[in-house]
């Protein structure tokens, strides 16, 4: 390091020791440690840095995701991310990791302490021999799809755009190519993992079995993710994208959408329906379309398009422009959460009162400074969790018996922090209420898992990985004995 940095640095250290608590001058120290003992591929920022970096290094996809942490790092190689780790480890010192930072949970990838990003890793790299890519756990999903397009292949990933690679997958990953593939980790062959002791390692089912399955939804827990190798399959051109459709259209639409949702068996077709309330608007559907080829065999889609719309982006596409085609930021700099209920079916019952929801969360919590209530239907096969490699189990989903779990995303978004016990009470209920209609006409929802990645934060973790928990917790105790990746948020074995 240029000494005149280390003086800044110190300046900086000496300057915040007097005016922060003790334990954040401790972790400013922390960070000059780090900074001390990595290589020169990466790099330590501090608060007031010109440039931007530790600003971007905090930044989520909902500002309630994010926190002043002392510093950020941007660990550039294996080697410097074990260095850090083992210094983080030794000093107990609170940090986060941040992929994509689309994490609607406070404090899961984010921190006080000492925020980690992964952006420096950002390599995509296609092997034609085995059919398989490997990506850096700094990437979002666009950029990806981006630099495998000319080889003209896919992998299993995100639906819209800006989401990270690293905390989908680690979560399970649905795909418009679910029903087809199965979940982003039913594609991972590899992972490249630094332990909390800081061992750098490969993992694959047969190298490191418990490991494989711990990271195959169990996120954060077993150490720091390097990269991932996951399997390719070709792809051409797709259709779908987006239409816009107002209240009054609303019978019309949840007909729809329970024709597709029970009638619909083509692996190739998938649709997101958006029922959402925006504050002072009106009720509207933002309605995402996907078809895994340039044009979809007539019947599957027509209910959608003969109905009269706001605004239609419907083509024949590339599969990143399909991806870029759904309005993801709407709500940026937004406080948000999600949550979640796991059914069965999405039949016209759930449907109508997933619409009854959205009105009455959209109208009861404009006093709390709602922005944005969306109800994201998220219609699967029943077969979704039957394309899992054989032999190998995955933490999440809990089971994989069929009918699978199908995920319905709750997301209310709003402006003040002052509200976020208000909304916090109100994702529980609507979550609870939707669960007690999907009871009463008869499913079975006792077996299944909620989705790590939409789960609200203080969900029981048995609800989320249910007899996977037991080995779970005993592979972290044994990867993780001091408890290392415990000083990092997240769902915690
Ligand atoms: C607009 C939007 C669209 C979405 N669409 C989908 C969808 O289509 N399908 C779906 O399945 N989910 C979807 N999600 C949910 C998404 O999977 C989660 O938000 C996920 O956490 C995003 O990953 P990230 O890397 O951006 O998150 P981050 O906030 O960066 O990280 C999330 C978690 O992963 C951990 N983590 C990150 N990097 C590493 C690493 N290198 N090693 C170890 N742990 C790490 C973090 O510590 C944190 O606990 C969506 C979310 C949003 C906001
Ligand atoms: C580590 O820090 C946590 C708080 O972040 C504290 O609860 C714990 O006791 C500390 N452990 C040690 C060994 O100092
Ligand atoms: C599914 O198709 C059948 C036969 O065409 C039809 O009777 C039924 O109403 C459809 N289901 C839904 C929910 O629309
Ligand atoms: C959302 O993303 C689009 C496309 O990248 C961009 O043009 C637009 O300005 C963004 N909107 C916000 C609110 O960030
Ligand atoms: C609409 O939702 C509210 C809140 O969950 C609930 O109290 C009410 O009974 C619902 N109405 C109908 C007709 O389902």
Sequence with gaps: MAPSTRTLAAAALLILSQTLPSSAAGTVDVCLQIQDAISSASAVYFPGDLLGNYAADLSHWASSSSQLAACSVEPGTADDVAAIIKILGSTNTSFAVKGGGHTANPGFSSTTGVQITMTRFSGVTYDAASETATIGTGLVWDSVYEALEPFGVNVVGGRVSGVGVAGFTLGG??????????????SVTEFQLVKPNGDI?????????????????????????????LKTHPQGQ???????????????????????????????????????????????????MFY????????IFDDFLAIPALLTDVSTRSFLSLVQAAPSNVTTGDRGFFHTVSLVEYTPNIISAIINETKFWGSALTLAGATFI?????????????????????????????????????????ALPTSDSIIHDALVASAQQLTSVAQGEGQDLSELGLYTNYALYDTPLERIYGANLPRLRQIK?????????????GWKF
């Design 173 to 186: 990953g649905y795909s418009w190519k679910t029903n087809q593939f199965g979940l982003t980790v039913d």
């Design 201 to 229: 390692v490969t993992v694959t089912p047969t190298s490191e079995p418990d490991l494989f399955f711990g990271l195959t939804g169990g996120g954060n827990n077993f150490g720091i993710v390097t990269q991932f190798t």
């Design 238 to 288: 797709v259709w779908g994208g987006l239409i816009l459709y107002t209240e009054d259209q609303l019978p019309a639409v949840s007909d729809a959408i329970a024709a597709f949702a029970n009638n619909v068996t083509d692996p190739k077709a998938a649709i997101i329906p958006a029922i959402n309330f925006l504050l002072g608007a009106q009720t509207r559907v933002s309605h995402l």
């Design 292 to 299: 895994d080829g340039p044009t979809p065999p007539s019947g």
């Design 374 to 414: 969306s109800y994201d239907i998220e219609p699967f096969l029943p077969t979704l969790y039957t394309h899992g490699a054989p032999g190998v189990t995955t933490a999440y989903p809990p089971s994989r018996t069929t009918p699978g779990a199908i995920p319905l995303n709750l997301y209310f978004a709003w």
């Design 477 to 489: 105790a044994s990867v993780d004995p001091e408890g290392v990746m415990g000083l990092a948020g």
